[in-house]
């Protein structure tokens, strides 16, 4: 049985990915980009759905390569891209991988873990309990969705819970795990190497895309991870999905999302439909941000709609 919050969540997860459906890249070989001093990458060239092309492979990966170890920052939606994930770091470091941060409970961004077992695994309470509930359903989604291209995944599960931020020295690297007040799923983290001022994001943030918001995340508390952001002055900002950019993006979901999310609770407030509130934020913001987002004028629709639906859970 998959829950009434589950299914929402896939429901959610499908509208904002449909519409890449005939866009996704078919799958290719890991490839690592350099960022900076240590920082690499691999970035999937496929955001949409899970599909038997891309076996899967949805979602990036960052890591850090420290004197006594890697620091790995997600792992892909299976153990098979885990294991991919780990040979692609070999062919830079003889270094093992340590340390892993599961930087939320998205399938894509921890059932790699497999891949992993034994290290320290690294992830919030609130993120391992989401984790806990819906790991089978995910493994079972991801195989069926890639008529099981994907591979067998074993679950692994994080074995370091923070309860509240951690600042640590990781093989030499300083490195401070933010808390991003739910502001997409329950439980995010962000990753923040002071020293090197690079932001790693996960979902929290977003570059090529529209801000990645969701029914079990937080709007307000979106918005103040970002203002966050900011105020640290990031010269590197690292994502999800998507490619490497700066702070000039995170202002600009910043200022989007306050917005679009201002005219909602005064319409939501004045009994409006979302119909209207869209026409409006449309007029508003369309000439400024439809340059700046890949898929603005959908993802516009669903952000009103979804925004509206929050606003009416929290009246309840
Ligand atoms: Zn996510």
Redesign the pocket.
Known sequence: MISKTKSLLIFSFIIFTTQYSQAVNAYTDFVVTPITKNIYSIVSPSIGLPTPENEGWNSNIHFVVTENGVLLFDTGSSEVIGNKIKKAIQSITDQPVRWVINS?S?AD?WLGNAAFAGVEIIATTEAMETMKKYGNDDVAFYHNVTNGTIGITHLVYPNLLLKEPLKRNFGGVEVELLFANNG??PGDILMWLPEQKVMIGG?VLSSDYMP?ITDHGDIDGLINTLNLVVQLNPSIVLT?HGSATTMSSVIRDSELLTSVWEQVKLDHKSGHTPVKTLSAVSVKLSSKYEPLYKDFTTQLDRHVKLMYQLKGENEE
Do not use: E, Q
Request: no cysteine; hydrophobic share 10%.
């Open positions: 939320h998205h961004h997409h799923s979902d990645m999800g």
